[in-house]
């Protein structure tokens, strides 16, 4: 059974840095498009950051490009995102997915992602 465990998520002061982290078990890792999206309250849930299976290619929302990095490790199968000059708009459950792919790509929609974690919380104060 494929599992996602999120870990990370704490309260910073906005102009802060944090580092959210996801562990896989349960799929063929390097097989998987990992992806980080977020949910403020009340609104929808959007993407923030995709990394294709090699790490090769990846893909930013606008309003997180230059703040932030995703990476992956596929020796230990965990997947993060190092989130610098936060803001107060950067307040949401952050949750990681995974999509089984069979090209090196990080473009896919959210719609697509098969698995996902149960979510971390990242609350940046002004």
């Known amino acids: 059974q494929a599992q996602l465990v999120e870990s990370g998520g704490e309260s910073v002061q906005a102009g802060g840095s944090l580092r959210v982290s996801c562990a896989a078990s349960?799929?063929?890792?390097?097989?998987?498009?990992l992806g980080w999206f977020r949910q403020a309250p009340g609104k929808e849930r959007e993407f923030v950051a995709a990394?294709?299976?090699?790490?090769?290619?990846?893909r930013y929302a606008e309003s997180v490009k230059d703040r932030f990095t995703i990476s992956r490790d596929n020796a230990k199968n965990t997947v993060a995102l190092q989130m610098n000059s936060l803001k107060p708009e950067d307040t949401a459950v952050y949750y990681c997915?995974?999509?089984?792919?069979?090209?090196?790509?990080?473009?896919?929609?959210?719609?697509?992602?098969?698995?996902w974690g149960q979510g971390t919380q990242v609350t940046v104060s002004s």
């Open positions: 997915a995974a999509v089984r792919v069979f090209t090196d790509t990080s473009n896919l929609p959210m719609t697509s992602y098969a698995y």
């Open positions: 349960g799929l063929a890792f390097t097989m998987y498009t």
């Open positions: 990394i294709s299976r090699s790490g090769g290619s990846i």
